[in-house]
């Protein structure tokens, strides 16, 4: 089967006050542009794209395409929040195997303005209003943390670990909205947003967008798409919330990508709460003892496993649907050697993972894909 590489990444500076004359397409736009310098492409090159976005409304995935000058053979909009940039990768990669496409843009970005965030999460879906439109994200998954804690015996000093590492990995980072150090006090001392969740446990808002470009074999070069799977809805909310899916599909994604948990060198899990990127770590063979203690505070705190180098959304900031997206442009930087500031040094190998769109209680969507560096190769 055509392997498919990652020939392009790029982020638009995150902001929490973006001009008032900005949009989201043009954040979107943006984007596009940034990710198509860094392929080195020009935009009749293109003949797929994927978008994401909760605020392009109610222009959509054509829209953009217009606007952007693009002639396209294969399209799609995602509206699967913190698993849409996966899942577009996966369908894009798919794409180009098929014949579809040879080279797919793949866009995620928002911007709320005013009341737009709230009323995208009291009206996100049916299924929350009917249990409780009042319910926020927060309270969802403060019940979730607190199951966890019982289940586990962690603390709120051990979740901790989460934000407070993936602060000091923002200060490498020119693009993290949040930089400034941040310790267990400070932490400790944030207001209570939802028992037990403080303000640094929950992803602060920005305006801002994420781009990739995928092409196939002919490209040779770039960051290799090794394996990636997906899963929807995989205990029809039935569980506690403590479990993705993804540890169902670990195995099957580590054979195709014919590499070990331990193989691993550079990490982003979605990260929109601490027990979610600790979950996911567990789920996706990363705590090979099970010790989730000292998984927080010899690993992640000591920054000996590099987990959301960018400071994840906890420190770079929340760009609506560009979360899912996030992740891989940053293993995407640290698989080239362009993440200065903040490298990890002969980082081969990354895995990055996606996670959400809460349907009754918690998440439905996962995903996880293995990214290899390869060293850029001239073009036949």
């Known amino acids: 089967m055509e392997e498919v590489w990652i020939v392009g990444a790029a982020e638009t500076p995150y902001t929490r ?34 978008v994401a976005s909760f605020t392009l409304a109610p222009d959509h995935a054509i829209d953009l395409a217009w606007r952007l000058g693009l002639r396209l053979r294969w399209l799609m909009d995602d509206p699967n929040g913190g698993a849409s940039g996966l899942n577009m990768i996966a369908h894009a990669r798919r794409a180009i195997q098929a014949g579809d496409a040879s080279s797919v843009l793949v866009l995620a970005g928002d911007l709320f303005r005013g009341d737009e965030l709230e009323r995208l999460l009291r009206g996100f879906n049916s299924a929350l209003r009917e249990r409780d439109p009042s319910t926020t994200p927060n309270e969802l998954f403060a019940l979730v943390t607190r199951r966890h804690m019982e289940t586990t015996g962690l603390t709120a000093g051990d979740y901790a670990q989460v934000p407070l590492a993936q602060r000091a990995w923002a200060a490498g980072n020119p693009g993290a909205v949040y930089r400034d150090p941040l310790s267990l006090a400070d932490y400790l001392a944030a207001p209570v947003v939802a028992e037990p969740l403080r303000r640094y446990d929950c992803v602060p808002v920005v305006a801002g967008a994420d781009a990739v470009v995928l092409s196939g074999t002919k490209a040779r070069r770039g960051v290799r798409l090794r394996a990636l799977r997906s899963i929807f809805n995989h205990d029809g909310q039935t569980g506690g919330g403590l479990e993705t899916g993804l540890a169902a599909e670990a195995a099957s994604l580590y054979g195709e990508a014919g590499i070990e948990p331990g193989d691993v060198d550079v990490v982003s899990v979605y990260d929109d709460y601490p ?40 420190s770079a900031g929340q760009a609506g649907a560009a979360g899912g997206l996030h992740g891989v442009v940053e293993v995407v930087r640290q698989l080239r050697g362009e993440a200065r500031g903040r490298q990890v040094e002969a980082a081969r190998i990354g895995l990055v993972s996606g996670y959400g769109m809460v349907v009754d209680r918690y998440g439905a969507c996962a995903a996880a894909a293995v990214l290899e560096a390869t060293r850029p190769a001239p073009l036949p």
């Open 275 to 314: 027990v979610m990127a600790v979950i996911q770590l567990a789920e996706l063979g990363l705590v090979p003892d099970g010790d989730l203690h000292r998984l927080l505070h010899e690993r992640l705190a000591t920054r000996a496993l590099p987990v959301n180098t960018s400071g994840g959304q906890l």
């Open 17 to 50: 006050h973006p001009p008032q004359e900005m949009t989201t397409g043009a954040l979107l736009a943006d984007g596009a542009t940034r990710a198509l310098a860094h392929a080195g492409l020009e935009p009749g090159e293109i003949d797929g794209l994927a």
